[in-house]
């Protein structure tokens, strides 16, 4: 497995693909970190800063995400790789827990723009206004003029982002099994993962504000209120809670993803 690993990230090392993908998730993460500075300081209206919304994690990071699975596994499925590792010594749960394990690497390494903005605005604390998108990050920004500075809320802060890069590979594991029942249509991954991404966290929002059992249900989901409103007031209980949810999520689709995997016929 070490060795597939070592395989694909050489690979994703030498693909432009996975490097323009990273530059324009930081182009995005600068920018709705300036669009919250600019309407603290009353030069852009918050009109204007929820259009900017859309450049956000909540949307960027399921995105990328979807086109980091379809890239990951139907690339391979299409260049032959996962057939070759096949026919070696690899078997079905290897390759499939190997490219988790690359996958969610991957999205975490997606995830750093936005992190890094959201810590080094914390440690510039140059002013930044609530935040104007439902992100950890951008309350991060906010949270910069809100808590004083000190060593204990920035490692919090820190393993906040971590237990965000978590959630998000959560989030879209199932675009993970979609990719290998697919295999070599990427562009279809890509484009139905990002629907559902978009369609789970719509519904998410609107049947938690059904009632409080339909939102204590959501709660127990990786599109739960308790990932999104992660801060410096949040107890260490919550942050379990978010982080054994999405690992239960990521296994769960790893070994859904396995037992697709397992009765597909390889040609």
């Known amino acids: 497995m070490i060795n597939l690993i070592k395989a694909d990230f050489y690979k994703i090392h030498r693909s432009a693909i996975y490097k323009v993908l990273f530059l324009i998730l930081t182009a995005c993460a600068v920018t709705t970190a300036l669009v919250s500075h600019f ?15 859309l450049l956000s994690d909540v949307v960027m990071m399921n995105l990328a995400s979807c086109i980091v699975a379809g890239q990951l596994v139907c690339g391979d499925f299409e260049n032959k790789l996962i ?20 996958y969610s690497l991957l999205v975490g390494v997606m995830t750093l723009p936005y992190a890094l903005s959201a ?14 998108s439902a992100s950890v990050y951008l309350k991060i920004l906010f949270e910069s003029t809100t808590v004083d500075f000190s060593a204990q809320a920035l490692l919090k802060y820190f393993l906040i982002t971590a237990i965000m890069a978590l959630t998000y590979t959560s ?4 675009v993970f099994t979609l990719a290998f029942a697919v295999k070599t249509k990427s562009l279809i991954v890509t484009t ?3 629907i559902a991404c978009v369609f789970f966290g719509m519904t998410s929002s609107m049947i938690a504000g059904v009632s409080d059992t339909a939102k204590n249900v959501i709660s127990w989901t990786p599109f739960g209120a308790d990932a999104y409103n992660m801060g410096n007031d949040t107890e260490i209980g919550t942050m ?3 982080i054994g949810i999405a ?20 040609k």
């Open 247 to 266: 690992l239960v999520y990521i296994i769960a689709f790893t070994y859904i993803t396995y037992l697709t995997f397992r009765k597909t016929e390889i």
């Open 39 to 53: 309407v603290s300081t009353g030069d852009i209206d918050m009109a204007t800063a929820s259009t900017a919304a």
């Open 83 to 102: 057939q070759s590792a096949l026919t070696g010594t690899c078997g079905r749960f290897t390759v499939v827990c190997g490219k988790m394990i690359t």
């Open 119 to 132: 810590i080094i605005g914390y440690v510039l604390n140059a002013g930044f206004c609530a935040p104007y």
């Open 240 to 242: 379990i809670k978010v």
């Open 192 to 194: 139905i993962g990002f």
């Open 171 to 174: 989030q879209t594991a199932f």
